[in-house]
């Protein structure tokens, strides 16, 4: 069967309740910003040359590389532009994945496990997420059901393999530690006043190479990732059902404004128009 890929679709957001798959291969590839969603991410690396960022860690991929993407992590590709950028990215929701299998604890043992890069060569991984993508595409009968089996099938392989403790560690992965305690800082004291003046101060750094050290190391401006974080935590806020009032008081927003344009900027909706979904 010849593979079908799928022209590069820059949406973050997902159009089914369950899962969705797509494989691309881009001879020129877009700039994709720093970004976060509401789903689970299972990313396969085929071919290219891509520094891919997660939360500060920056990992060199190899071909049949796994990146395992919680809904959490602030994450994007660097592609050089001369190489053909080939993948298949699997997106599951969060309940879908809740699930399948309560029993196993999926997100908590393949995703929360602070650690991302996995090889996966000498599994059945890159057979199961290949023959996931074509059924996924198949219209014939009975497809999606095999799909949501191969689905289950692939998960189970994750699960052994994460559950191995074979990430790939410092090969492939670079880490500065002081942006990785800045970043730590920030996710703890996001609902607080945060400026580069006071991070710099904290620090014990100058404003100007934390600017650069920051954005050389996570891929954006240390405002950016600060308001990205504090979105994160305002989305789930407004998921379990908190008023974008109290929500915007509790992460760092000066003040109702504040978080709407910020939110309508990133999300495309409103903070209301959040809660209603």
């Given at each position: 069967?010849?593979?079908?890929?799928?022209?590069?679709?820059?949406?973050?957001?997902?159009?089914?309740?369950?899962?969705?798959?797509?494989?691309?291969?881009?001879?020129?590839?877009?700039?994709?910003?720093?970004?976060?969603?509401?789903?689970?991410?299972?990313?396969?690396?085929?071919?290219?040359?891509?520094?891919?960022?997660?939360?500060?860690?920056?990992?060199?991929?190899?071909?049949?590389?796994?990146?395992?993407?919680?809904?959490?992590?602030?994450?994007?590709?660097?592609?050089?532009?001369?190489?053909?950028?080939?993948?298949?990215?699997?997106?599951?929701?969060?309940?879908?994945?809740?699930?399948?299998?309560?029993?196993?604890?999926?997100a908590h043992r393949c995703f929360a496990t602070g650690r991302n890069l996995y090889h996966c060569?000498?599994?059945?991984?890159?057979?199961?997420?290949?023959?996931?993508?074509?059924?996924?595409?198949?219209?014939?009968?009975?497809?999606?059901?095999?799909?949501?089996?191969?689905?289950?099938?692939?998960?189970?392989?994750?699960?052994?393999?994460?559950?191995?403790?074979?990430?790939?560690?410092?090969?492939?992965?670079?880490?500065?530690?002081?942006?990785?305690?800045?970043?730590?800082?920030?996710?703890?004291?996001?609902?607080?006043?945060?400026?580069?003046?006071?991070?710099?101060?904290?620090?014990?750094?100058?404003?100007?190479?934390?600017?650069?050290?920051?954005?050389?190391?996570?891929?954006?401006?240390?405002?950016?990732?600060?308001?990205?974080?504090?979105?994160?935590?305002?989305?789930?806020?407004?998921?379990?059902?908190?008023?974008?009032?109290?929500?915007?008081?509790?992460?760092?927003?000066?003040?109702?404004?504040?978080?709407?344009?910020?939110?309508?900027?990133?999300?495309?909706?409103?903070?209301?128009?959040?809660?209603?979904?």
């Amino acid at each position: 069967m010849a593979k079908r890929t799928h022209p590069f679709d820059p949406r973050q957001s997902m159009n089914r309740p369950d899962f969705e798959i797509f494989h691309y291969h881009d001879a020129k590839m877009q700039e994709v910003e720093l970004h976060h969603h509401d789903f689970y991410e299972v990313y396969y690396f085929l071919g290219g040359k891509v520094e891919y960022l997660v939360e500060g860690r920056s990992y060199t991929l190899l071909s049949d590389d796994i990146l395992l993407i919680d809904p959490m992590e602030l994450h994007r590709p660097n592609v050089a532009p001369d190489e053909a950028y080939e993948r298949i990215v699997l997106w599951i929701s969060r309940e879908y994945l809740a699930a399948i299998a309560p029993e196993a604890d999926l997100a908590h043992r393949c995703f929360a496990t602070g650690r991302n890069l996995y090889h996966c060569a000498h599994t059945q991984i890159p057979v199961l997420i290949q023959r996931l993508a074509q059924k996924a595409a198949d219209n014939a009968p009975g497809s999606e059901l095999v799909a949501r089996g191969l689905l289950l099938e692939l998960m189970g392989e994750l699960l052994r393999l994460t559950s191995r403790g074979g990430a790939r560690g410092t090969a492939g992965q670079t880490d500065t530690p002081l942006v990785s305690e800045i970043l730590r800082y920030i996710g703890t004291h996001y609902s607080e006043p945060l400026t580069l003046d006071s991070l710099a101060a904290r620090f014990f750094i100058s404003k100007s190479h934390l600017s650069h050290l920051f954005r050389r190391s996570v891929g954006t401006s240390l405002y950016r990732y600060v308001v990205l974080k504090r979105l994160q935590h305002a989305r789930q806020m407004l998921a379990e059902g908190a008023s974008p009032g109290v929500v915007f008081q509790n992460c760092g927003f000066r003040d109702y404004a504040n978080l709407y344009r910020a939110f309508r900027d990133v999300y495309g909706i409103s903070p209301n128009e959040a809660v209603s979904l």
